[in-house]
């Protein structure tokens, strides 16, 4: 059957890519930062929300927070040990990790952010549980089956 000449994809987003300026302004920053401050410090988040970053960000208004691709911070860092502004910082770049810049202690800082811990509200819970049997579900279609393969579920279709 040929296609279509109505059916087009349109993109309505007006988003550019960050191109290559973009991360080099970055790197900049980054390096003019590191010159600026005494201490840079490298702390990792888990499953961190915007709210709580603002606060931070706030309360630590003298100090300065980077946030990006860990590449492209480890570019700015110097990922050589020629080239490296501190001690084996790049290296600690690992997972979702952030820079932050400071002149404060180490001791002043690892204190805050010891204390820092702030539970949020879940995003979603299960209202109840659900025990699927072994062997065949007549009553499910195939839609399910990603979602139950996502669970960890050993998942065979047949016809």
Known sequence: ?????????????????KGLEMKQILIEKIRETADQYANIFTFSVYNMRNDKLKEIRQEWSHSRLFFGKNKLLQIALGSIEDGEYRENLSKQLQGQTGLLFTNKGEREVSRYFESLYKPSCTRSVAAQTVELKEGPLPE????????????????????
């Open 140 to 159: 499910f279609s195939q839609s399910p089956e990603s979602q139950l393969r996502q669970l960890g579920l050993p998942v065979q279709l047949k016809r």
């Open 1 to 17: 059957m040929p296609k279509s000449k109505r059916d087009k994809k349109v993109s309505l987003t007006q988003t550019r890519k």
